[in-house]
């Protein structure tokens, strides 16, 4: 079985810097998605970004970006100037490729908090 | 294009009691997935439907359970409520032919008591 792991419970950044939130994950498949998700006070869940495993190159949008390392199973996520709108709880999650499995594994998640 | 409908956003029922929550994806998507979120556990998959049959079923007990009809609306039934059942019940789709990601609604919070 898939495990995703958030080890930072919460993260503070100023506004306009930039914060990195770690994600690592636990497979024996080779092909695999990954998706980063903002849950914010409204409570539901909006998609930041997503990489295909087999894209070597890191997922990009516009302030976002992740560091996808396939051999060290991690997946970080770079919000560059941060906003006030960026605070959130963000979820790192797993999806198989395998036709029909529609699961998503989540890690815990990272409460982010921005500071004015 | 309407986003993933959950009704209702809150209920509280009473512990013994039996619950149906009510999910209408985004149109064109077949898939629905409902997903329970506790402060405990955190985001815990329930079950997946497409077109009408469970594809996929998580570690839940048999009093969870749920439905899909033709028009992709799904919903879940909860059966003897507990108490440990109160959560933010969240629905997801996906067109499994255009999209990667699943889309999500602003979900159901149960509360039991």
């Known amino acids: 079985a898939q495990t995703v792991t958030q080890s930072q419970p919460e993260m503070s950044v100023q506004e306009a810097e930039t914060v990195t939130l770690s994600c690592t994950y636990d497979?024996?498949?080779?092909?695999?998605?990954l998706f980063w998700y903002k849950q914010p006070p409204s409570r539901q869940m909006i998609l930041v970004i997503r990489?295909?495993?087999?894209?070597?190159q890191n997922a990009t949008e516009n302030r976002f970006s992740v560091n996808f390392q396939k051999a060290a199973k991690s997946f970080s996520l770079k919000i560059s100037d941060s906003q006030l709108g960026d605070a959130a709880m963000y979820f790192c999650?797993?999806?198989?490729?395998?036709?029909?499995?529609?699961?998503?594994?989540f890690g815990t998640g990272t409460r982010l908090t921005i500071i004015p | 294009k309407a986003g993933v409908t959950q009704t209702p956003r809150y209920l509280i029922k009473t512990r013994g009691q039996q619950v149906t929550l009510s999910c209408s994806p985004i149109?064109?998507?077949?898939?629905v997935s409902w997903y329970q979120q506790t402060p405990g556990q955190g985001l815990q998959f329930l079950f997946e439907?497409?077109?009408?049959?469970?594809?996929n079923k998580g570690n839940f007990p048999g009093r969870f359970s749920g439905r899909q009809f033709s028009n992709s609306r799904s919903e879940m039934n909860v059966s003897t409520l507990e108490l440990g059942d109160s959560a933010l019940y969240l629905c997801?789709?996906?067109?499994?032919?255009?999209?990667?990601?699943?889309?999500f609604g602003q979900g159901t919070r149960l509360t039991v008591v």
């Open positions: 149109s064109g998507h077949r898939s």
């Open positions: 999650a797993y999806r198989s490729v395998s036709f029909g499995n529609e699961k998503l594994t």
């Open positions: 997801a789709s996906r067109n499994r032919a255009v999209n990667t990601e699943a889309f």
């Open positions: 990489q295909e495993a087999y894209k070597q």
């Open positions: 439907y497409f077109s009408e049959t469970q594809r």
């Open positions: 497979t024996s498949e080779s092909d695999y998605y």
